[in-house]
């Protein structure tokens, strides 16, 4: 069990209210696996297209590009660099044709193994803190989910310093995790935790921030906190419905390049074939 479940428990024992924190506990479990749902749903469509991509680059350089090679070789042609470039992986890729596959699977495995470390998930939160299209998304997601674990334990008598240590345990993101050892010793020092988010702007949008420093005036932070939570996850599920759209053109782009190049590399030699002509 997670450090947040734990404390619920915890406090709804000593309360007198275990029913309203297991009620509580369910709801954020609940809300957390939608969203999570949600944004891999929305990164399923581009993980398909590059995949049917990636499989028909690799059949046309083990079917199509030796046949034209072999016409290349016959006629005699000065080759440019770029369609070199195609031959040459296209010869590796069908005389080692075992070790190309060992090659991508232990690439696989090999980034599958570095992103269990503390410095490959750092080098993963990274990229997507700053990946064009994800960014935005990685960002609202990663503040929804800090507000509404915090909202949680706050609402049920949590204090506000182990809210602040559960959060950091239950936030994957090892950039905001960072931001919780300093908002912890700020909020023991009396410094209002929304100088924390304030700080931070890069990872928590001013919104989020301008909400709690209310909430801590008005003596609502857990309310403030929800009312946040709703806002940035009600965010999260619009962009993830319009991923589609907005990663097609990307995607366009990504392939237009590719058969270009493709094409590009293989056509040149032809053309010069036939000026000699």
Do not use: C
Request: charged share 20%; proline share 3%.
């Amino acid at each position: 069990f997670s450090g947040l479940e734990i404390a619920m428990v915890r406090v709804g024992e000593e309360s007198g209210n275990l029913p309203g924190s297991l009620n509580v506990i369910a709801s954020q479990l609940e809300k957390s696996y939608v969203l999570r749902k949600k944004i891999k749903s929305a990164m399923m469509y581009p993980s398909i297209i590059m995949s049917i991509m990636i499989i028909i680059a690799a059949l046309m350089m083990v079917f199509v590009v030796p046949t034209l090679t072999a016409t290349f070789t016959d006629l005699e042609v000065e080759l440019p660099t770029s369609t070199k470039v195609v031959i040459g992986v296209s010869d590796f890729m069908r005389d080692h044709f075992i070790l190309f596959l060992m090659i991508i699977v232990g690439s696989i495995f090999a980034l599958i193994s570095l992103k269990k470390t503390e410095k490959g998930k750092k080098g993963f939160d990274f990229i997507s803190l700053h990946f064009p299209l994800i960014k935005n998304i990685v960002i609202e997601y990663n503040t929804a989910q800090t507000t509404r674990t915090m909202s949680s334990l706050l609402s049920s008598g949590v204090g506000v310093v182990e809210a602040i240590t559960i959060t950091q345990e239950v936030v994957q993101n090892s950039y905001y995790k960072k931001t919780f050892d300093k908002a912890i010793i700020d909020v023991q020092n009396g410094i209002p935790l929304s100088e924390s988010f304030i700080e931070n702007e890069k990872l928590y949008p001013s919104i989020a921030a301008e909400m709690v420093q209310v909430g801590e005036e008005t003596g609502q932070l857990s309310e403030m906190l929800q009312k946040v939570a709703l806002y940035y996850e009600e965010e999260v599920n619009t962009k993830t419905k319009d991923m589609s759209t907005i990663i097609e053109p990307f995607l366009m782009v990504i392939i237009g390049a590719g058969v270009g190049f493709f094409a590009v590399s293989m056509l040149s030699p032809m053309y010069s074939v036939m000026g000699s002509i």
